[in-house]
C-alpha cells in the first residue's frame, strides 16, 4: 500500500522558515517525479513545486520563486521543501504527492497519490 507522510508544518512568524519532509512508501519512488501543492482555505488547490526522479529538474510557482527549494533523497525515500522568506499569504495545507511519471507535471491530475497534508500558518 502507497503511504506518503507529511510533516514539518507549523506556525511561524513573516519571514521565518520551515522544512516540509515528505516520507513514502510502498513504491518504488525513486521512479517518479514528486510534487508539493497547497490548498488555503476557501482557494483550490494549487501547485508549488516539482522534482523530476533523479532530482536533476525543478520548477516551482512563481510566487515561491526564489524562497522554496525542492529536494529528495531517492535512497531514504524522502522529498523536502524547504521554505524561506515566508509570508502570510503562504498560509495553507501543504501536500506532497507522486506523479504517475518520471518528468513531473504542473496540474493535480498527474499525481496519483496524496498524502494526508501538513498545515503551515504564517503570523504577520
Known amino acids: 500500500q502507497v503511504q506518503l507522510v507529511e510533516s514539518g508544518g507549523g506556525l511561524v512568524q513573516a519571514g521565518g522558515s520551515l522544512r516540509l519532509s515528505c516520507a513514502a512508501s510502498?513504491?518504488?519512488?525513486?521512479?517518479?517525479?514528486m510534487g508539493w501543492f497547497r490548498q488555503a482555505p476557501g482557494k483550490e488547490r494549487e501547485f508549488v513545486a516539482a522534482?523530476?526522479?533523479?532530482?536533476?529538474?525543478?520548477d516551482y510557482v512563481d510566487s515561491v520563486k526564489g524562497r522554496f527549494t525542492i529536494s529528495r533523497d531517492n535512497a531514504k525515500n524522502m522529498v523536502y521543501l524547504q521554505m524561506n522568506s515566508l509570508k502570510p499569504e503562504d498560509t495553507a495545507v501543504y501536500y506532497c504527492?507522486?506523479?504517475?511519471?518520471?518528468?513531473?507535471?504542473?496540474?493535480?491530475?498527474?499525481?496519483?497519490?496524496w498524502g494526508q497534508g501538513t498545515q503551515v500558518t504564517v503570523s504577520s
Open positions: 504527492a507522486v506523479d504517475r511519471s518520471r518528468y513531473y507535471h504542473k496540474v493535480s491530475r498527474e499525481y496519483d497519490y
Open positions: 522534482i523530476n526522479w533523479n532530482g536533476g529538474s525543478t
Open positions: 510502498g513504491r518504488t519512488f525513486s521512479n517518479y517525479a
